[in-house]
């Protein structure tokens, strides 16, 4: 866009055309209706303007096409033409101006509504503090102050954590990185290819091999997603790549041991998507990704963890889309959890909207931004730590969330150290590890402290190359009409935020500079200007354009192509010419490029606005500059251009401390970090009968298929129906029978004092139910569940009668397949409390033994009816206690309930909104009831209200919005499915899910996976989806694929055979993925 100057010249033409045409575009351009009044209906205007400007000026308008069309207005001499177009000017910047204020006021009254409600949470968390001493009070406000130096910072906060040394190489650690978009491999890179195929790539790829490479750490998985598109190279569809064959020493390493590349498919299989579009798809992702670490951890088990399952020690989310998908995985399998964000939804979202041109629903719609954010917040709820590459980033980016205070995470630390309850509150921990960089590849020249006379050995003096130089050096030159000057260098896209063009008007208008040095240009790759998207267009055809106004030809290089490799070359050959690196970026989230740049020599001059701060502080290599100013940034490149002792001595400095930003300081630092986290596996790792309870009923099992063909009825695991092998039968089937009767003897004569109370139990239980109990649930033996999962209540919250009618069409339908019956199991998911369950089974007359398990209370506990390991000694039902202890983390019965009691009573100024269910609460669940569902909040308002307190947990609306309940953070419906397969080894993929179309507000999360789903059409009139979501909030279709192989309806009444129909539709259409 040109200068300035023009927008005067509207005015003038606005006010000149409104007296001459009397009044004609000079009417009130606030009120569409009185400007077509105003308009004149003499000869040379006599049409109504309204129409033109609602239907192409309002809704088509686009603020750089003003500048295009007042320069066709100056050259317009019909009088007529002339006006029209000034009128329509005049509407387009009035419309702009409303656009603007409008955004304003709703950015004002978005952001005033944040703030009241954080000064509420601070004055809880002043609360909180007033539990601790004096002395911790003045700590925690000390560690709000900023520190002098990034050192200092570095040793406070290191003061109570062990360096990760070598002494850890007698560890065999398991690390899961996960960065999901883009298309990624170990060599030939692609970047630049796509906005989503860039230097996160190159990072998470670097970092997984250096993390390999050090003491105690045995694999690191990178997980990505497999595109096997004819779009793309095939490479990106194979499903492991090897990056790295592990630490140098070579001791103790195994088949599996060192870095790979690890492609999980989900979504469309032939189709490369883009980061935006993957969001409906990364619950397979999940589940796809949870099958190879369990298998992994089990072959690790067999190398190096004496038979035990080798879990993660850690999984790292890089990203928004891979932060949720890391949230998921560390929950399913109960470790911690490391988020790095690299760039931020709610950051971007504000910067955009602050430019005015764009509305936010325009903004969701390209860019899936809410949905983006709302996968940040999810991953820190789940997070341990948040890992950043600068304080910029902690305090004016991460601070924007609702999951993270600065205040209130210091308070919770300092409750947390000194042993105070925190009520269930959480906050991630904030650290700073700036990037690493593989210096493997760098050669700093050592004679650069010469006086020069290394530039003679890049050209002779004919132009004749005395040495063989690198290919890309010729390419830069050739634009050069000196090339001996220092040069100044700058790498980076085209891209309006890099604020090229003023690094050029600051060159271009700065004679000494340009008589002193050469400007060079590294702007991507490019073919023709015409192909490129329109902002990066039009950032080089601006730089074009100012070449030529400044006549800067033979000074400035701007090569057309370059690849990866290359780079190296160019900084080398800016260092050999005494040259400058300069990032002029508006607001550099870090600046990866200054660290090269630093590590082949160059003194630097980079942005003042984000990460370059802490660069340049502590590589102490340069000049910071602000990016809007062209004589301060022409002014930091004469003087480090000019003065040869500031350029030895910033060129020294960096070289001398760039082992700061090295991968192996790096991952010390990470690993230190990660082992300052509380480790945490499930507890059936270290202590479980289940391992030889299991190989002894397998054995048993093995015996009684050998009688099958006898019509033995005998059930040692109370399983119902007939066995199914294929081995041929005993020759003496008497002495078969005989031998399986020995062995069920000496099993119960066997079992340990320990499980006397549960033997006594079973055997109670056995004598209510009238059947055979079981040690250990069958889910283990299980090929397929069905899991029953339909919403169907009256209006107050009781389970209708169609729930039942769904539960006995289900069974049918499986019984029907005699072969299925086999093979196949029943779960029971739903909201009700155990107690309610069972009376509904106990109508239906439907024994509860006919359900492998029963997932009661929103996924807040897990029941095996009919078997030992949930059984008291009085014969009750208990649930599933490992369950209990998984799901237990960062869990207040008491804050939750007290926090949700306290924001719902300000819904109601007259009183509460809710009460407390108490027949519908458990250890794990808070339940409410709902007095008014019109007067609730929705679950994204709840949600906002508990993340800014630091109570991380799961809230939903169910049983027709007659209840509101609040579960752990890791319990859930659909976690609880991923549970069953980490407990038990029934694989989510051999899951079918049979749901209505409406249903608790939960729904969404079990719709997706990679789990097989049956839709029952009818069952559901309506559910609780109304108090899902706000206004502004992401949309259905973010979460659940609008079409999926995985997903199918049936159609008319609800009978056996349609639901049958639907299975078999549905593993037809899932099998060809």
Known sequence: ???????NGYLEAILDSGAAAGGGGGGDPRSPVAGASASPRGAHMNFNPTHYFVEEVVKGVDESDLHRTWIKVVATRNERERSTRLENMCWRIWHLAR?????????IQRMSARRKEQEQVRREAEDLAEDLSEGEKGDTLSELAPVETAKKKFQRNFSDLTVWSDENKEKKLYIVLISVHGLVRGENMELGRDSDTGGQVKYVVELARALSMMPGVYRVDLFTRQVSSPDVDWSYGEPTEMLTSGSNDGEGMGESAGAYLVRIPCGPRDKYLKKEALWPYLQEFVDGALAHILNMSKALGEQVGNGRPVLPYVIHGHYADAGDVAALLSGALNVPMVLTGHSLGRNKLEQILKQGRVSKEEIDSTYKIMRRIEGE???LDAAELVITSTRQE???QWGLYDGFDVKLEKVLRARARRGVSCHGRFMPRMVVIPPGMDFSNVVVQEDIDGDGDSKDDIVGLEGASPKSMPPIWAEVMRFLTN?????????????????????????GECR?????????????????????SAGNASVLTTVLKLIDKYDLYGSVAFPKHHNQADVPEIYRLAAKMKGVFINPALVEPFGLTLIEAAAHGLPIVATKNGGPVDITTALNNGLLVDPHDQSAIADALLKLVADKNLWQECRRNGLRNIHLYSWPEHCRTYLTRVAGCRIRNPRWLKDTPADAGAEEEEFLEDSLMDVQDLSLRLSIDGERGSLNTTEPPSSDPQEQVQRIMNKIKQSSSALPPSAS??????????????????????????RRLFVIAVDCYHDDGRASKRMLQVIQEVFRAVRSDSQMSKISGFALSTAMPLSETLQLLQLGKIPATDFDALICGSGSEVYYPGTAHCVDAEGRLRPDQDYLLHINHRWSHDGARQTIAKLMAQQDGSGVAVEQDVASCNAHCVSFLVKDPHKAKTIDEMRERLRMRGLRCHIMYCRNSTRLQVVPLLASRSQALRYLFVRWGLSVGNMYLIVGEHGDTDL????SGLHKTVIVRGVTEKGSDALLRSSGSYHREDIVPSESPLAAYTLGDLKADEIMRALKQVSKTSSGI
């Open 483 to 507: 090339p001996h000057k220092p040069m100044i260098l700058a790498l980076s896209r085209p891209d309006p935020k890099k604020n090229i063009t003023t690094l050029v008007k600051a060159f």
């Open 1004 to 1007: 969404e999360e079990i719709l």
């Open 99 to 107: 656009k603007k204020k409008q955004l304003e006021l709703e950015g």
């Open 512 to 532: 000494p500079l340009r008589e002193l040095a050469n400007l060079t240009l590294i702007m991507g790759n490019r073919d023709d200007i015409d192909d490129m």
């Open 377 to 379: 917040e999810l991953a």
């Open 757 to 782: 109370s549960d033997a006594e139990g079973a055997k109670n239980a056995a004598e209510a139910t009238g059947g055979a109990v079981n040690k250990y649930p069958l889910l283990r033996r299980r």
């Open 1 to 7: 866009m040109a200068g300035n100057e023009w927008i």
């Open 394 to 396: 902690i305090d004016e």
